[in-house]
């Protein structure tokens, strides 16, 4: 292990995750499963073997820039609805930050990695539903395309796949967020990582956006902008930034070239651009520093570091 690949701010925030990286490293993890303790106090059942859990194995987290972006844009007793959740990993950030008098609204159409994300939440014992559904532009069913390499990714199965690139499809329930009638109230923050079907999420989300009821939406997006999905959001008075960062922290950046400057493709889209830039304009990693303060008052927190299932 390179002494340089440990100058990053998951290590130097955090410096117990070093111990941690060395451990998984020094030694042949043989099963498909390891419990990590994540840096704000909930555990995650991972598969090191697989490109997500083998980074929170690691490093403690996963995609640092986003997971602070949640952190910061909700407060607690929030709702926050988490579209595309995999395992949990964003859903514990989310659970974590809106706490006991918050809510959670999980969503993976996945039928294995749901038992997952499942597993996890039960752990939490924290407001968190998950829904075994697709989230799109209209009700029914559809085919979730699962991609070749789907055993090293497992975040990478959708709905907008062409069916060449697929070595297996999977026929899922769908479902729109306006027909989501027990989510009521304004959504804080809204988490979208659907794999290119961004813009049919969206498109089923339309009275609510008209409405106003959502507030912060965290999204991926691999087109170059401005893209549907981006075209939507703006049309319906949303203002749109390109979550980026330094050492020091994140920070919010015009979304135009964005693959010109080989950033990772993530967006937020606010009705509130001047909450946002104050909630990113303090330098640090709030996730991994203000979060332990907390973390002996969890329900359900784990107490070792790493546990090896």
């Keep these: 292990m ?61 995609d640092l820039t986003v997971s602070e972006a949640l952190w910061r844009l909700l407060d607690p007793g929030d709702t926050a609805v988490d579209i595309g ?37 039960s752990q939490w014992r924290l407001p968190v539903i998950a829904r075994n559904v697709a989230v799109s532009s209209e009700e029914g069913t559809a085919e979730l395309r699962v991609p070749r390499y789907f055993p090293g990714n497992q975040g990478t199965a959708s709905l907008a796949m062409a069916p060449s690139g697929a070595a297996q499809g999977i026929t899922v329930q769908c479902a729109t967020l306006d027909a989501m009638a027990d989510i009521k109230g304004p959504i804080s923050v809204l988490k979208v990582d659907v794999e290119g079907h961004e813009p049919a999420v969206f498109r089923g989300a339309m009275q609510r956006l008209a409405r106003g009821e959502i507030r912060d939406i965290v999204f991926e997006d691999h087109g170059v902008y401005p893209t549907p999905a981006m075209k939507l959001l703006t049309a319906q008075g949303y203002r749109l930034y390109l979550l980026r960062h330094r050492f020091r922290g994140p920070f919010l950046a015009t979304p135009e070239g964005a693959k010109d400057r080989g950033d990772p493709p993530n967006y937020l889209a606010t009705r509130d651009p001047q909450r946002a830039e104050r909630r990113f304009a303090q330098s640090g990693w709030q996730l991994l520093t203000r979060s332990r303060t907390q973390s002996q008052s969890i329900p359900g927190k784990a107490g070792n570091s790493e546990r090896h299932a």
Excluded at 104 to 118: A, G, K
């Design 2 to 62: 390179r002494f340089l690949s440990l100058f990053k701010p998951e290590y130097i925030y955090q410096p117990r995750q070093v111990l941690r990286r060395i451990r998984l490293t020094s030694r042949r993890i043989a099963e498909d499963e390891c419990v990590v303790d994540l840096p704000w106090g909930l555990s995650l059942v991972v598969n090191p073997h697989e490109l997500i859990g083998n980074c929170v194995a690691r490093l403690g987290v996963y």
């Design 85 to 121: 959740s995999n395992i949990g990993y964003t859903a514990s950030i989310l659970a974590r930050r809106s706490g006991p008098n918050g809510r959670v609204y999980c969503f993976e159409p996945h039928p294995d990695i749901f038992r997952r994300l499942e597993r996890n939440i």
